[in-house]
């Protein structure tokens, strides 16, 4: 079974910088794309940044040039560095992961419970 677990989200002042992580466990052939998402409550989850299994990322405009998503494929993680951030950047922050847990067999898209970030003004 594929799990997500996101960690480093908290409390923050305007400006201020965070850095989330998400690593992927359990049993799977291929992970491919990595992505992080944001959901404020009552609304649709929306893109933040994602990352391809070879390492080019791509960003939400708004998030473009005070962010950086990576991954450590050894470590089967992904990282996302903020800056700059603001109050409407708090929500909850989802990793995704799409993986192949075996081979031959489709593509499953897998979901973590979600890390909160709140930044204050």
């Known amino acids: 079974q594929v799990q997500l677990v996101e960690s480093g989200g908290g409390l923050v002042q305007t400006g201020g910088s965070l850095r989330l992580s998400c690593t992927v466990s359990?049993?799977?052939?291929?992970?491919?794309?990595l992505t992080w998402y944001r959901q404020v409550l009552g609304e649709q989850r929306e893109l933040v940044a994602s990352i391809d299994n070879v390492g080019s990322p791509m960003y939400a405009a708004s998030w473009k040039g005070r962010s950086t998503i990576s991954r450590d494929n050894a470590k089967n993680t992904m990282y996302l560095e903020m800056n700059n951030l603001k109050p409407d950047d708090s929500g909850v922050y989802y990793c995704?992961?799409?993986?192949?847990?075996?081979?031959?067999?489709?593509?499953?898209?897998?979901w973590g419970k979600g890390t909160l970030i709140t930044v204050s003004s």
């Open positions: 995704n992961a799409l993986v192949r847990t075996a081979v031959a067999t489709a593509v499953g898209n897998y």
């Open positions: 359990g049993s799977f052939v291929t992970l491919g794309a």
